[in-house]
């Protein structure tokens, strides 16, 4: 029996906004005890360790409710043109990544985080730029909205993509002005195929990777995430990694549809809908449209500026049916990325008609989870309330993009994006996501983004939208544990639960909103054991 007590700082438990404890009690991994110091010292055996917090706080640690960490470890392979301003500086970058790499003939060239919102030519950096770093190497590059990319020729030519190529369904090819010719910009699924097929050939190191990312997570104080596109392939990857007990840190898997998820549900019983060593199947995963930086989200009304050009939708209705019939028909949980308000319709009016014909009896406990809800409606939160739908609300957007979505979407559309306060007053179990690597995993500026909504030009975007920040804590602990089916383990600090915990420097309860971002994670802890401490970690850093 190992015991560890703590005490002597701010012990926030998430049951209540102002229920604190003095002191917490840890046995084998669990929480044993917490409240008032001298009673919950009283349970403490004579060898247990005591911790003083020293005046930091101590809190239940962050919960990812949707994320990809198979692409974060990934995505630290690429050139990163995040801070590219022009064509120029992309292929610069480009250039010395190319060089850095020593790479052969014919190796591939991918970079990611460009966005032609901030590029001095505010356009999207096609073949006719990229061809000018290489015409030798494949190149393709990823738009930070990870909804379109630019491909140069050779990209197109290993891809099989040319004049005769057809747009695929939910998906665009950039033509040459006046033919159809490629021009290399790519949208959504003809993205998503091009990239598939030029990655799926390299030869990585997945398990590195997979670790590398975990490391990122847990630095941010997580220690339940997701990944929420798994294919066949990933999914195989996390059992292996389960079954080596490299997991450090819980893993949630959403399968999507076109890798057959009742299918890795039947054939993976062992992780479906429960963790052995630490992965777990959760549920179905499903896209209805893309980004509305990108302009690719799908709306009900036109893009400002646009006669009638309102993005468009990845699926029909009788596919979107389909899909939502098997989740139900299966009691599988359903996770649907939603950014247009359009899409938003089209999730809600399948899955209320699935749920209407289903006969299955606890048909209305699964937990439907609507994914970065962007511009949903107040009409549209009132339906998700009736349907127990989860909004897990991408509200990092308002600070990365608000700016955009003003200039996309109009000053009445613009300032509603990630409606938190609306869901809340609705009664929805509100959480929060990165969806990373789109951004980083840093709760603690997802918390400032959701409390103070600023975008990065300053401007206050939507105020009557902001939460308190309790709420936002509950949207990232508690909320965050319930999407998952965990509340009874997870999110609060309460007696029999895991200790999953997170210390902080500075209480966000108690400091000024404007400076949550600036709160340091001091350590991370997975079942009672501290997996990581920025003390030591700073410290071995420094002895490289």
Same mark, same amino acid.
């Given at each position: 029996m190992t015991q560890k007590l703590y005490y002597g700082g701010d012990i926030i438990t998430m049951t209540g906004e102002n229920e604190v404890a003095e002191a917490i009690l840890v046995e084998d991994g669990l929480i044993k005890k917490q409240g008032n110091l001298t009673e919950v010292k009283q349970d403490a055996s004579d060898d247990a360790e005591n911790i003083d917090l020293q005046g930091r706080t101590l809190m239940p640690a962050f919960i990812d409710p949707h994320g990809h960490i198979s692409m974060v470890g990934q995505f630290s392979l690429m050139a990163d043109l995040s801070a590219?301003?022009?064509?120029?500086?992309?292929?610069?970058?480009l250039t010395e990544y190319m060089q850095n790499k020593q790479l052969r003939k014919g190796d591939i060239i991918v970079g990611c985080g460009y966005d032609h919102n901030f590029l001095a030519e505010n356009k999207h950096p096609a073949k006719e730029v990229l061809n000018q770093v290489s015409t030798d190497h494949p190149i393709f590059i990823?738009? $930070?909205? =990870?909804?379109?990319?630019? !491909?140069?020729?050779a990209a197109l030519?290993? !891809?099989?993509?040319? /004049?005769?190529?057809?747009?695929p369904e939910g998906g665009t090819i950039g033509r040459v002005e006046g033919s159809t010719e490629p021009d290399g910009y790519l949208e959504e699924n003809a993205m998503m195929a091009l990239q598939r097929t030029l990655l799926q050939d390299q030869k990585l190191d997945y398990t590195k990777l997979i670790e590398l990312a975990q490391d990122v997570y847990i630095k941010n104080g997580m220690t339940t995430v997701q990944d929420g596109a798994s294919s066949k392939e990933i999914i195989d990857l996390f059992k292996a990694l389960a079954k080596q007990q490299k997991l450090?840190?819980?893993?949630? $898997?959403?399968?999507?549809f076109d890798a057959e998820p009742k299918k890795q549900m039947d054939?993976?019983?062992?992780?479906?809908?429960?963790?052995?060593? #630490?992965?777990k199947i959760g549920g179905y995963k499903m896209f209805l449209d893309g980004s509305p930086q990108g302009k690719t989200a799908w709306l009900t009304e036109p893009y400002e500026g646009?006669?009638?050009?309102?993005?468009?939708?990845?699926?029909?209705?009788?596919?979107?049916?389909?899909?939502?019939?098997? /989740?139900?028909?299966?009691? /599988?949980?359903?996770?649907?990325?939603?950014?247009?308000? $359009?899409?938003?319709d089209q999730l809600l009016r399948n899955y209320q008609a699935s749920l209407e014909e289903s006969d299955r009896p606890d048909k209305d406990q699964l937990r439907p989870v609507m994914i970065h809800c962007q511009t949903v409606r107040y009409d549209q939160l009132d339906k998700m309330a009736a349907l127990s739908m989860i909004p897990s609300i991408f509200v990092a957007h308002i600070y990365y993009w608000g700016d955009i979505?003003?200039?996309?979407?109009?000053?009445?559309?613009?300032?509603?994006?990630?409606? /938190?306060?609306? $869901?809340?007053? #609705? =009664?929805?179990?509100?959480?929060?996501?990165?969806d990373a690597p789109i951004v980083k995993p840093d709760m603690l500026h997802t918390i400032w983004c959701a409390v103070n909504r600023q975008t990065r030009n300053g401007v206050h975007i939507g105020p009557e939208e902001c939460v308190s920040v309790y709420e936002a804590l509950k949207a990232v602990t508690i909320n965050a544990a319930y999407q998952y089916f965990e509340e009874d383990t997870k999110g609060s600090l309460e007696e029999g639960k895991l200790a999953d915990l997170v210390i902080l420097d500075q209480n966000p309860l108690k400091i000024d909103k404007t400076a949550i971002q600036n709160i340091q994670v001091l350590e991370t802890i997975k079942e009672g054991k501290t997996i990581y401490n920025l003390e030591k970690?700073?410290?071995?850093?420094?002895g490289v």
């Open positions: 590219c301003n022009h064509f120029e500086d992309i292929i610069q970058t990823l738009h $930070a909205s =990870g909804h379109l990319g630019c !491909a140069n020729d030519q290993a !891809a099989g993509i040319d /004049a005769e190529t057809e747009d450090k840190i819980d893993v949630v $898997a959403y399968p999507v054939e993976n019983q062992e992780y479906a809908k429960k963790y052995s060593d #630490r992965f646009e006669e009638s050009y309102r993005g468009y939708p990845w699926h029909q209705d009788e596919q979107v049916k389909q899909y939502t019939d098997a /989740a139900i028909r299966d009691g /599988a949980q359903l996770l649907t990325h939603c950014n247009g308000d $359009a899409a938003s979505h003003l200039k996309n979407l109009g000053e009445e559309r613009g300032r509603r994006i990630s409606p /938190a306060r609306s $869901a809340y007053d #609705r =009664g929805l179990c509100v959480n929060f996501h990165q970690h700073d410290s071995a850093t420094k």
